[in-house]
């Protein structure tokens, strides 16, 4: 097991921000959620992501965070060939819960859609990264007074 110099999965639990790189290249911003040593993000037909990982499912992740206030930074970076799976519901649940609260009564309409919908008719999969590596480098330091 690798040793980190800050909890990697304590970090990855936080509704954070990670950028996603294709073939193309090409990166976009992405909401995902850390399970069982795996990232899930939200995709499906209608998104060029859907299309980029069929062609080609090498893909890298960074997960990262700076504060110049506080001198905090810290970043995980992920490796990997993503699988596009279907789409569950409670794994759906469990994602947007962690960015948008509890109350789905005070979620956008689009996000409720894809709890509720028929997932056969609307189209989401799961992008689902194993990372064949996974780096963690805690780059912080002190603020000058």
């Given at each position: 097991?690798?040793?980190?110099?800050?909890d990697v999965d304590a970090f990855l639990l936080r509704?954070?921000?990670?950028?996603?790189?294709?073939?193309?290249?090409?990166?976009?911003?992405?909401?995902?959620l850390w399970e069982e040593?795996?990232?899930?993000?939200?995709?499906?037909?209608?998104?060029?992501?859907?299309?980029?990982?069929?062609?080609?499912?090498?893909?890298?992740?960074?997960?990262?965070?700076?504060?110049?206030?506080?001198?905090?930074?810290?970043?995980?970076?992920?490796?990997?060939?993503?699988?596009?799976?279907?789409?569950?519901?409670?794994?759906?649940?469990?994602?947007?819960?962690?960015?948008?609260?509890?109350?789905?009564?005070?979620?956008?309409?689009?996000?409720?859609?894809?709890?509720?919908?028929?997932?056969?008719?609307?189209?989401?999969?799961?992008?689902?990264?194993?990372?064949?590596?996974?780096?963690?480098?805690?780059?912080?330091?002190?603020?000058?007074?």
């Open positions: 097991m690798t040793s980190y110099a800050f509704p954070l921000t990670a950028r996603l790189a294709t073939n193309g290249p090409t990166v976009r911003p992405v909401w995902f040593d795996v990232f899930w993000v939200l995709t499906g037909p209608w998104a060029r992501l859907f299309d980029r990982v069929r062609a080609d499912p090498r893909v890298a992740l960074v997960v990262d965070e700076c504060d110049p206030a506080t001198g905090l930074v810290r970043q995980v970076i992920a490796r990997g060939r993503a699988e596009l799976v279907p789409f569950d519901v409670e794994r759906g649940r469990r994602k947007l819960v962690r960015y948008l609260g509890a109350d789905e009564e005070r979620w956008d309409e689009r996000f409720v859609h894809y709890l509720h919908d028929d997932p056969a008719r609307r189209g989401p999969v799961w992008l689902r990264l194993r990372p064949a590596s996974l780096v963690a480098h805690d780059l912080s330091y002190a603020v000058a007074p």
